[in-house]
Nanobody, 122 residues
């Protein structure tokens, strides 16, 4: 079973940047398409960026051109570089398995980690 630990969140002013990291345990990681999800208060969790095991990426329109997802299979890590942050990006961010082309959660996904809080002030 893969365990996920997210880190790198914090408080940043609008226009600033953060880099989130997701550390995954287990041997399934390198063959799993992964994504970054976020959940704002009183809103449903949404998938904002996804990456295949080979490195192809997809993004939701609201973050295109601002966020970049990447991975290092040798280190079992997934990253989310977030630039030009906006107050509406404020949410708890999680990583998990994902369907890249459709930007939906994978049929088989891992137990959710605790996430990392991102707060963007105006």
């Amino acid at each position: 079973q893969v365990q996920l630990v997210e880190s790198g969140g914090g408080l940043v002013q609008a226009g600033g940047s953060l880099r989130l990291s997701c550390a995954a345990s287990g041997s399934l990681f390198s063959i799993t398409n992964m994504g970054w999800y976020r959940q704002a208060p009183e809103k449903q969790r949404e998938l904002v960026a996804a990456i295949t095991s080979a490195g192809s990426t997809n993004y939701v329109d609201s973050v295109k051109g601002r966020f970049t997802i990447s991975r290092d299979n040798a280190k079992n890590m997934v990253y989310l570089q977030m630039n030009s942050l906006k107050p509406e990006d404020t949410a708890v961010y999680y990583c998990n398995a994902a369907q890249v082309e459709s930007l939906t959660i994978a049929t088989m996904y891992f137990s959710w980690g605790r996430g990392t809080q991102v707060t963007v002030s105006s």
